[in-house]
């Protein structure tokens, strides 16, 4: 039981590899919880064309 067993989470690190025991997911969101709200991003007037001189 250690860095050499293949089926705990110790020797999934020490392998670098995924399985049951060291899942490669993300949790699920808690429920109930705050969203997150995103502004959108600002939007630049155009300016007004330069008049010619004559």
Known sequence: MGKGDRKTRRGKTYRNSYGNSRAHSV????????????????????????????
């Open 27 to 54: 949790k699920p969101a808690v429920t109930g919880a705050k969203t997150t709200v995103t502004k959108p991003a600002a939007v630049k007037k155009a300016a007004a064309p330069k008049k010619k001189s004559a």
